[in-house]
């Protein structure tokens, strides 16, 4: 390493995506110093913020391979066995199942303080490699031919051949990158809370599609659950200020009483949801990662298996680079990872706001096209194959074989003022 750089790669946000790029990149023997605007202290035991988060396949080997995995406590990690979505006071269901395609689970859901609480051991098992700094707020930033160099709020400067932004999806590093990003305000809180319930789950989630909002309920370890009520940002205020017996016997009601009696096992947290998607995910000496990259609606449970995804890719691309004798900020690495997780996401992403929108409009056509949409889906394996299978990790996305659907359909003849024979 130059000794003009205090490292290799300077990390914005000690999130669960910052901390766990840090970890692969000393696994490929790369340094790095991740710099949080947090007190360390905060991140060691992280409080319980509600979130349950949905890893598929792809996300627990990655996981697994940084030794992560391991570190969740075992008896947290709870197999998603099957899904249930279903639209309005409808029967119809629409049902997914792992063992349909030879899988124990479609996927896994384990608490959000647990994964950050995993990571940052990952991180402090790696001392040789990462640096950790907490109260290190990223206040400005600076990229020439040679280094990026950040400035911190208490004035230190710092520099590396790249620095990578995993600072959430409002990100402020992204703006002083100079990259844009897609917001889309979706007008809705999402609450969050976790339930105890006197019936047997069954490892079953259930994504309600209800008039006015959504509700889903996802399978915790034990008797427990997690309910995800998803509701106007006006009328989010109403749920959060209800006693716990009254919100627990409103989640049983939306639920239909279809766990038995319900009780509140947990605090209620309120996210305001807003998808973000940056324009590119590179600049020179510059990348983006995690939420700062791609910044999901809950609904299809992507943000952190997208975050681990591009760091696989980042650090694929960056151990490419370096071998080829280039350095870490390279042109062509960053291009071709933003590259790549813009072919992964963007399809999902595009995808998840449509399925938003069209499940959160209360208009009679809606409602009818959702109808139809479940029936359809319903009839139309190789669709419901598909979702299973991108859970598991197993095949290609959905949207993947939407496009080859269409792609494969018999080309239109071209209208002869196309056809460039004029
Ligand atoms: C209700 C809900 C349910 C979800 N469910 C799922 C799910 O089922 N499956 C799934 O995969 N994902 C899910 N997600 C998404 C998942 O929680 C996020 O994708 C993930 O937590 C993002 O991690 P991150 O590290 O990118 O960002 P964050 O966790 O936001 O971390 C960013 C870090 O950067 C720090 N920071 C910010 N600015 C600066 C600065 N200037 N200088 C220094 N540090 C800074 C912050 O303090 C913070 O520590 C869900 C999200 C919500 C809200």
Same mark, same amino acid.
């Given at each position: 390493?130059?000794?003009?750089?205090?490292?290799?790669?300077?990390?914005?946000?000690?999130?669960?995506?910052?901390?766990?790029?840090?970890?692969?990149?000393?696994?490929? %023997?790369?340094?790095?110093?991740?710099?949080?605007?947090?007190?360390?202290?905060?991140?060691? +035991?992280?409080?319980?913020?509600?979130?349950?988060?949905?890893?598929?396949? =792809?996300?627990?080997?990655?996981?697994?391979?940084?030794?992560?995995?391991?570190?969740?406590?075992? +008896?947290?990690?709870?197999?998603?066995?099957?899904?249930?979505?279903?639209?309005?006071?409808?029967?119809?269901?629409?049902?997914?199942?792992?063992?349909?395609?030879?899988?124990?689970?479609?996927?896994?859901?384990?608490?959000?303080?647990?994964?950050?609480?995993?990571?940052?051991?990952?991180?402090?098992?790696?001392?040789?490699?990462?640096?950790?700094?907490?109260?290190?707020?990223?206040?400005?930033?600076?990229?020439?031919?040679?280094?990026?160099?950040?400035?911190?709020?208490?004035?230190?400067?710092?520099?590396?051949?790249?620095?990578?932004?995993?600072?959430?999806?409002?990100?402020?590093?992204?703006?002083?990158?100079?990259?844009?990003?897609?917001?889309?305000?979706?007008?809705?809180?999402?609450?969050?809370?976790?339930?105890?319930?006197?019936?047997?789950?069954?490892?079953?989630?259930?994504?309600?599609?209800?008039?006015?909002?959504?509700?889903?309920?996802?399978?915790?370890?034990?008797?427990?659950?997690?309910?995800?009520?998803?509701?106007?940002?006006?009328?989010?205020?109403?749920?959060?200020?209800?006693?716990?017996? /009254?919100?627990?016997?409103?989640? +049983?009601?939306?639920?239909?009483?279809?766990?038995?009696?319900?009780?509140?096992?947990?605090?209620?947290?309120?996210?305001?949801?807003?998808?973000?998607?940056?324009?590119?995910?590179?600049?020179?000496?510059?990348?983006?990662?995690? /939420?700062?990259?791609?910044?999901?609606?809950?609904?299809?449970?992507?943000?952190?298996?997208?975050?681990?995804?591009?760091?696989?890719?980042?650090?694929?691309?960056?151990?490419?680079? =370096?071998?080829?004798?280039?350095?870490?900020?390279?042109?062509?690495?960053?291009?071709?990872?933003?590259?790549?997780?813009?072919?992964?996401?963007?399809?999902?992403?595009?995808?998840?706001?449509?399925?938003?929108?069209?499940?959160?409009? /209360?208009?009679?056509?809606?409602?009818?096209?959702?109808?139809?949409?479940? =029936?359809?889906?319903?009839?139309?394996?190789?669709?419901?194959?598909?979702?299973?299978?991108?859970?598991?990790?197993?095949?290609?996305?959905?949207?993947?074989?939407?496009?080859? %659907?269409?792609?494969?359909?018999?080309?239109?003849?071209?209208?002869?003022?196309?056809?460039?024979?004029?």
């Amino acid at each position: 390493m130059n000794a003009s750089y205090d490292t290799e790669v300077l990390i914005v946000g000690a999130g669960p995506a910052g901390l766990a790029l840090a970890c692969s990149l000393a696994d490929a %023997g790369i340094r790095s110093m991740v710099l949080e605007q947090a007190p360390l202290a905060t991140l060691v +035991d992280p409080p319980e913020d509600g979130r349950d988060i949905a890893l598929t396949h =792809r996300a627990r080997r990655v996981m697994t391979t940084l030794g992560l995995w391991e570190r969740l406590p075992a +008896d947290e990690v709870a197999p998603l066995k099957k899904a249930h979505v279903t639209s309005g006071t409808s029967p119809l269901v629409l049902p997914f199942d792992a063992q349909e395609e030879g899988h124990d689970a479609l996927g896994w859901l384990v608490p959000n303080h647990r994964i950050r609480a995993a990571c940052y051991a990952g991180a402090q098992a790696r001392a040789q490699w990462i640096t950790l700094q907490g109260d290190a707020r990223v206040t400005a930033l600076h990229r020439d031919s040679e280094r990026a160099t950040v400035t911190l709020a208490d004035g230190r400067v710092l520099s590396a051949p790249l620095v990578v932004a995993a600072d959430s999806r409002f990100s402020s590093v992204r703006k002083m990158a100079g990259i844009g990003a897609r917001m889309l305000d979706f007008g809705r809180t999402a609450i969050v809370c976790r339930m105890q319930h006197e019936l047997d789950h069954e490892g079953v989630a259930h994504e309600c599609f209800l008039r006015g909002h959504t509700l889903a309920i996802l399978p915790m370890a034990g008797h427990q659950a997690s309910a995800v009520w998803t509701v106007s940002t006006d009328g989010a205020e109403a749920l959060m200020q209800m006693n716990e017996a /009254d919100f627990a016997q409103a989640v +049983d009601k939306e639920f239909g009483h279809r766990l038995g009696e319900m009780k509140t096992a947990g605090q209620r947290h309120a996210y305001p949801l807003v998808a973000v998607y940056a324009q590119r995910f590179w600049a020179a000496r510059f990348a983006l990662i995690g /939420d700062a990259a791609v910044g999901m609606h809950p609904v299809t449970a992507h943000g952190y298996n997208f975050g681990l995804y591009g760091i696989e890719t980042l650090t694929r691309e960056l151990v490419a680079a =370096r071998q080829a004798g280039r350095d870490l900020g390279d042109v062509l690495a960053l291009q071709a990872y933003s590259r790549e997780h813009q072919r992964v996401t963007l399809p999902i992403y595009m995808g998840t706001n449509a399925i938003v929108k069209l499940f959160t409009n /209360d208009q009679p056509a809606a409602h009818v096209l959702r109808g139809a949409i479940l =029936r359809v889906s319903r009839h139309l394996p190789p669709l419901k194959t598909a979702i299973t299978r991108q859970l598991t990790g197993s095949g290609k996305s959905p949207f993947d074989v939407v496009r080859e %659907g269409l792609a494969a359909l018999p080309a239109l003849p071209r209208p002869p003022f196309l056809s460039g024979r004029h």
